[in-house]
């Protein structure tokens, strides 16, 4: 079944309620032999009947394809066919094993996703895109590889699409603009605009296009990048990735912030990239227990300068500071500041924890061992 078969097929079930009830003023005759006070009572019954069996419709198929097995799969199978798969199999290893990693975070903070697995695929686009839809339908676009090579800022980003997932946003979202906007069709009719359903399709077919996997509003967003942070931290990706691919995406979209390849992963309700990227830091530092934080590639340790971290060919200075500052986050998170920081085969350790490997442009280890050791 192609992706429009079933959008009608949805659109179909969600306004054959509201059409299938008569509504009280549909002929002139009707209309010369009510009073004007009877009018208006006859368009409210209208409104109220029509508008309660569509919601009632509308949330009958919100629920066959959000919660049950037969309609997650033909949402599914209805996304590849509509964007397309790719089948490259680095991409696809790459997207199993961040899925296998992240569904092990995801379930040490919320069990339900083991009721619900999520159902993904690498989409044949060259964007850098990531979605997830209702369902717990998950895709990632082949240019997303392409173009973001670190795992862990493509498990960032992945993670923040399973936070929507988790709490249903793109489902809320769904049932939110379906039902306004059957109810102000509905309304429109009942007064004697235009009887008929031309209208009221033409406005439900435009609110599923545009609203088949956005999330709603800003306050999902906000949601979905603190769950993904959290997810993070369940597993051994680095925590400063969030914040570091925030900061890629940053510098992607310089003087064009709402088009190219941030067109999707930054569309209109969402934050802008540099608050995003500061509300990272920002948990980065509680995180740390507000021992640790970086702005503009210098990382400091107790308000203290630690080190001003190098860019390299493929990573900014500012970007690749924050993942030093993720792992000092979770060297501090877990107490290893207890123990002192040390250099083994060329990496700076606090306890247990890797903080740095220094790279062409930074100071070296011991230098920076010492020094996290007289600021920590």
């Not at 990693?101 to 695929?121: C, E, H, M, Q, R």
């Not at 190219?260 to 992963?265: D, H, I, K, R, V």
Request: charged letters at 20%.
């Amino acid at each position: 079944m192609k992706f429009q078969s079933l959008r009608k097929k949805f659109l179909a079930a969600v306004t054959a309620a509201a059409l299938s009830v008569p509504l009280i003023f549909s002929t002139p005759a009707a209309v010369e032999a009510a009073s004007s006070k009877e009018s208006l009572i006859g368009s409210g019954i209208a409104i109220i009947l029509q508008g309660a069996q569509a919601k009632a419709q509308i949330d009958k198929n919100i629920k066959y394809y959000d919660t049950t097995e037969e309609g997650r799969q033909e949402l599914y199978n209805n996304f590849r066919q509509k964007y397309g798969v790719n089948e490259d199999p680095e991409y696809n290893a790459r997207l199993d094993k961040i899925m296998a990693n992240l569904t092990k975070g995801v379930a040490a903070v919320d069990p339900t996703i083991n009721s619900k697995p999520y159902l993904y695929f690498v989409a044949n686009q060259d964007s850098i895109n990531a979605a997830c839809s209702m369902g717990h339908v998950m895709m990632v676009n082949a240019g997303t590889f392409k173009k973001i090579t670190n795992e862990d800022e493509i498990a960032a980003i992945v993670g923040h699409e399973m936070g929507h997932g988790q709490k249903n946003h793109v489902a809320q979202a769904n049932k939110k603009h379906l039902q306004k906007a059957v109810t102000a069709s509905i309304a429109g009719t009942a007064i004697g605009a235009t009887v008929g359903g031309g209208a009221l399709t033409s406005i439900i077919t435009s609110v599923a296009l545009n609203h088949s996997v956005a999330h709603g509003d800003r306050k999902h967003e906000t949601e979905a990048d603190l769950l993904g942070f959290e997810y993070m931290t369940h597993t051994s990706y680095n925590p400063g990735a969030c914040a570091a691919v925030m900061q890629k995406f940053v510098e992607l979209s310089i003087g064009d912030k709402q088009s190219g390849a941030m067109a999707f992963f930054n569309p209109s309700d969402h934050p802008d990239s540099e608050k995003r990227r500061d509300a990272y830091v920002q948990k980065l530092y509680e995180y740390s227990k507000n021992h640790a934080t970086a702005k503009n590639g210098i990382v400091t340790v107790n308000g203290k300068t630690f080190m001003k971290v190098a860019g390299t060919a493929d990573m900014s200075s500012a970007e690749r500071s924050y993942f030093v500052l993720g792992n000092l986050a979770a060297a501090y998170h877990h107490g290893q500041n207890k123990h002192a920081a040390t250099v083994e085969n060329g990496v700076v350790m606090l306890g247990n924890q890797p903080i740095v490997q220094p790279l062409e442009g930074d100071e070296d280890a011991q230098t920076l061992a010492d020094r996290l050791n007289s600021i920590k």
